[in-house]
T-cell receptor, first 110, second 117 residues
């Protein structure tokens, strides 16, 4: 079945550590997105990519980095510069009309 | 800038009762409008979308939404709620496909639906 796979489902980060969240899609979509979800705030865009080897900052990119070396993959790194990383992270890809979402990764701080 | 307001943070209804979730948007042109549903710990699933044409759109799971340009609203409705409908619902607005923008959707802050037996 086609879809978006996010891993791991749960992730823990120590202070000062970088962690990488995986997002893979087999839908052959060009555009991919990373959102952060906090209670009562809906989804906020971190980064997006319209095509391989290109990506753009969203509304809350500080403390995050991404790469897009392959069409299928759009990993998100939460760096130590992100002081409040505890959140639910959602990856999405987009066909011509709508976005398709993965099941998310919940990141917590140890 | 585009924005979406969902004025109800939490709604509680009894099973079998009707439901209406409110969504108001701000956008410079006719946007594309979406309703998504999220179960706990899961991603978002598309319920329905409005691009153009008939202002009453039908979605999955018996949901419908009506686009009212004069009120800048896109309220979600269901005639009879089932216990399995308990979830969080997000309204979203996006640029028209013709704009060529892949930037993103703007999401409302969500409405949590509780269904009483």
């Amino acid at each position: 079945d086609g879809g978006i796979t996010q891993s791991p489902k749960y992730l823990f980060r120590k202070e000062g550590q970088n962690v990488t969240l995986s997002c893979e899609q087999n839908l052959n979509h060009d555009a991919m997105y990373w959102y952060r979800q906090d209670p009562g705030q809906g989804l906020r865009l971190i980064y997006y990519s319209q095509i391989v080897n290109d990506f753009q900052k969203g509304d809350i990119a500080e403390g995050y980095s991404v790469s897009r070396e392959k069409k299928e993959s759009f990993p998100l790194t939460v760096t130590s510069a992100q002081k409040n990383p505890t959140a639910f992270y959602l990856c999405a890809s987009k066909d011509r009309e709508k976005q398709h979402f993965g099941d998310g990764t919940r990141l917590s701080i140890l | 800038a585009q924005s979406v307001t969902q004025p109800d943070i939490h709604i509680t209804v009894s099973e079998g009762a009707s439901l209406e979730l409110r969504c108001n948007y701000s956008y410079g042109a006719t946007p594309y409008l979406f309703w998504y549903v999220q179960s706990p710990g899961q991603g978002l699933q598309l319920l329905l979308k409005y691009f153009s044409g008939d202002t009453l759109v039908q979605g999955i799971k018996g949901f419908e939404a009506e686009f009212k340009r004069s009120q800048s609203s896109f309220n979600l409705r269901k005639p009879s709620v089932h216990w399995s409908d308990a979830a969080e619902y997000f309204c979203a607005v996006g640029p028209p496909i013709s704009s060529g923008s892949a930037r993103q959707l703007t999401f409302g802050s969500g409405t949590q639906l509780t269904v009483l037996p």
